[in-house]
């Protein structure tokens, strides 16, 4: 079992920054990959971006290349998001998630940040 908390969401206006974090404790040396993920209101949760948790190579929804960047430090076994030039269709709740080794994918699961993006 990995267990995953999400913190640093908040309410802010178009063009602002936030950062994300996500800690891991539990069985982390299986994990492979970590990723985030949205879910705005009436939508269904989407890909946001991932990360190899050794190899450290990233991926991202077009969406938001360019504006958000997924990183991790090993040694605190935490996943961070940094999110710049926010727009309000960024609005949503962030999960952060982990595949393991022996996962075809993310099997667990965060409890959710929200992140709200005004105009």
């Known amino acids: 079992q990995v267990q995953l908390v999400e913190s640093g969401g908040g309410l802010v206006q178009a063009g602002d920054s936030l950062r994300l974090s996500c800690a891991a404790s539990?069985?982390?040396?299986?994990?492979?990959?970590m990723g985030w993920f949205r879910q705005a209101p009436g939508k269904e949760r989407e890909f946001v971006a991932g990360?190899?948790?050794?190899?450290?190579?990233?991926g991202y929804a077009d969406s938001v290349k360019g504006r958000f960047t997924i990183s991790r430090d090993n040694a605190k076994n935490t996943l961070y998001l940094q999110m710049n030039n926010l727009k309000p269709e960024d609005t949503a709740v962030y999960y952060c998630?982990?595949?393991?080794?022996?996962?075809?994918?993310?099997?667990?699961w965060g409890q959710g940040t929200q992140v709200t993006v005004s105009s």
């Open positions: 998630a982990v595949r393991g080794m022996n996962s075809d994918g993310y099997n667990y």
């Open positions: 539990g069985r982390t040396f299986s994990i492979y990959a």
């Open positions: 990360i190899n948790w050794n190899r450290g190579s990233t």
